[in-house]
């Protein structure tokens, strides 16, 4: 009832056109990229302009209705899963670069602009956007801000926080704040920070300033292949330890490799037991002196091909593997879970060993793909759901592979969020007291727990119900797992 009085006040107030109640129409948006958790939502808004924003959420916050934003839904945690009585508000029309100034190196977008189309944008001014997920043609910028996204490039220059200056933002209340703006810093608590990785928990931003990145004189990129991830993850190890911060480190294992050559047909070295991707860029004569010392921390490593790209067509060539990774392992599986955890660097070798061991255990497949610079690994647990028991045992190795993670020192997700998926794993990694603090921080914000309830944390809580212990609130029932 409630929902139907916020479509009829919205309708009115931002235009029938952009609020949706048919069931099938509701059904598009009923998973993220994460497509085996679905809830339909109760009303979808398409949201114009920030004003359609500030409309919605003060409808919700009024009627006590929860919402979800939604960006482009290529989220792989189930950030933007909608919620069965609530609202899902759609940003991806948002798509206006409001300003570009390169003289200071900042963009100002709307949320719903496409990653590429900031670098797309600022090239002609020679600048780009940094943070580079492997979705960026994609995604879109309000969902780099929610996850704090990464991508390859991030070893060297940071993730999406180290790369936001300034948000507005419409709060849980329907009240729109600034948080932040051109300049690099501001006085108070970093609340921008707070924002950015809060995974649509603390409001919706409806504008993001970011930083751009000057174009680097030199970009050398070369590929190294080994017998063994052991050889690569040495090679990673070395680089560094050597005090060489490549712009990425990037490592595909063999069956990684193989999905790879059988959809973009990159043209890998045969044999390799997993290759290594390193690109260096910056002024041109410290770019030279550092390849010529990569090249040789790879040769001692145990590298038996080294390929280095002539030009950008090569260059582009070897990154057509890379970044066509995740999508190419359905040529060799009908299904898989994308699995995101960090590991410190020194311990690859170790857990790419265990990782093989205890899929060896459960008879299924994993794939590695991931930034190799970072310890961030992506492994792609592969299974059959037409095959009876296939999916569970993956879960449980995908669940194992977290506990790895955890086990060596690690974190539960590099780049992709908590969301859903992952709230059951927090209390693994955090005690009472932290999630509890978390939470505090999440009252400040939501105190009615209007915005995306039911992401990141394990238990439903509700602000300030009992003091030191936060219980019981919307929660998320109605979510299927398939
Ligand atoms: C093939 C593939 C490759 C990928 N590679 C990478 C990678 O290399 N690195 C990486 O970090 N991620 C990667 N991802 C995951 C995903 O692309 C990122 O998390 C991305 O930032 C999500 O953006 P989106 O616009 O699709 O957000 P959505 O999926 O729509 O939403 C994600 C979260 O952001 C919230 N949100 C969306 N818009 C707003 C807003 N305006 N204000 C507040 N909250 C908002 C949602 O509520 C949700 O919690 C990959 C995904 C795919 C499918």
Redesign the pocket.
Known sequence: MRIDAIAARLRAEIGADRVLSDRQQLRTYEC??LAHYKVIPALVVLAGSEED?VATVRACAEAHVPF??????????????PHADGVL????Q?RTIVELRPEDERAVVQ??V??LQVTKAATPFGHYYA??????Q???????????????H?LKYG??TNHVTGLR?VAPDGDLVELGGLAPDTPGYDLLGA?VG?????????E?TVKLTRLPETVRTLLAAFASTDQAGAATSAIIAAGVVPAAIEMMDALSIEAAESAVHCNYPAGAGAVLIVELDGPSAEVEAQFTEVTALCEQAGAFEIRVAADDAERQLIWRGRKSA??AVGRISPDYI?Q?GVIPRTALPEVLRRINEVADEHGVRVANVF?AGDGNL?PLVLFDDGVPGEAERAETVSGAIIDLCIEHGGSIT????V?VDKARYMPRMFSDTDLETMHLVRCAFDPENL??PG?IFPTPRLCGERPGRHRGALDHEGAEVF
């Open positions: 993220d990229g924003v979800v934003a939604r960006g482009s839904g290529t989220g792989l945690s189930g950030g933007a899963l508000i759609v940003t991806s948002l949320p719903g496409i990653n943070p580079d997920p492997s979705s960026q994609i995604c879109s910028i309000g969902g780099n801000v929610a996850e704090n996204s990464g991508g390859a991030c993730f999406t933002v924002f809060s995974e649509g928990t603390l409001g919706i931003a409806t993001v995740f999508a994308v995101d930034h992506h590099g780049e992709h969020g969301g915005a995306n992401k």
